[in-house]
């Protein structure tokens, strides 16, 4: 079993990395949110990330630099959140009985398989909208286009499985930002309490902006 310290240490990490994480998710919401703004708005956005840093940084060099710290952090979180899974089994050999079970069985079982969701959704949307890969329009310097032709109304299945891994992200923040507050002191009846208002908001708030653009889409307000 871990020292105690250590697990105060890897859980006080854990906390700043998915808050790290949880930054850029909004980020990446309000930018995605300019699709309302029309067609020239959002590509010159798109194409405004391109350029952030320059003349100091070749074009694309700070999407790179975001791309690993972003890499780094999520690694870190999946790799902490295991081993702090296991301490605590190791630490409880005797299942409980009783209500406290059940929540905390829950609990775990929505970070663990929305955890798994999330990094599939990561993978496939990196080879849809980055890469092009597996996006129908997948022509570089046209994002607009591109989210048009991913989220079309004939290809229902990908706004579905988008719908379902947002609302996994949702559910695995509000869990994770409420064990953030407490991680990072707030430990008192009004603070947790605080703490899950905040946690459930912020979780609503980007399931919302998330699931807005591509319900726009399917409904014909973004074409």
């Given at each position: 079993m871990g020292h105690p310290r250590s697990s105060?240490?890897?859980k006080l990490v854990m906390a700043v990395t998915g808050l790290l994480l949880v930054a850029f998710l909004y980020v990446h919401m309000i930018g995605n949110l300019k699709i309302f703004f029309g067609q020239e708005t959002f590509d010159h956005y798109a194409h405004?990330?391109?350029?952030?840093?320059?003349?100091?940084?070749?074009?694309?060099?700070?999407?790179w630099i975001q791309r690993f710290v972003l890499t780094v952090a999520a690694i870190a979180h999946i790799v902490i959140a295991?081993?702090?899974?296991?301490?605590?089994?190791?630490?409880?050999p005797v299942r409980y009985a009783h209500r406290p079970?059940?929540?905390a069985s829950y609990a775990a079982r929505t970070m663990r398989w929305g955890g798994v969701i999330i990094l599939l959704f990561v993978i496939y949307h990196i080879l849809d909208l980055t890469t092009g890969t597996l996006n129908p329009n997948g022509a570089p310097g046209q994002p607009y286009a591109n989210v048009v032709a991913d989220f079309d109304p004939s290809r229902w299945y990908v706004t579905l499985f988008y719908t379902?891994?947002?609302?996994?992200?949702?559910?695995?923040?509000r869990h994770g930002i409420w064990s953030s507050f407490r991680t990072l002191g707030q430990q008192t009846m009004r603070g947790q309490r605080i703490g899950k208002a905040v946690a459930l908001v912020l979780?609503?708030?980007?399931?919302?902006g998330y699931l807005s653009v591509p319900f726009a889409v399917l409904t014909g307000l973004v074409d």
């Open positions: 105060v240490v890897l405004w990330l391109r350029t952030i840093g320059t003349p100091l940084l070749p074009n694309d060099w700070y999407l295991t081993v702090l899974a296991r301490r605590a089994r190791r630490a409880r079970k059940v929540q379902l891994s947002i609302v996994a992200v949702g559910f695995h923040l979780s609503v708030v980007l399931v919302v």
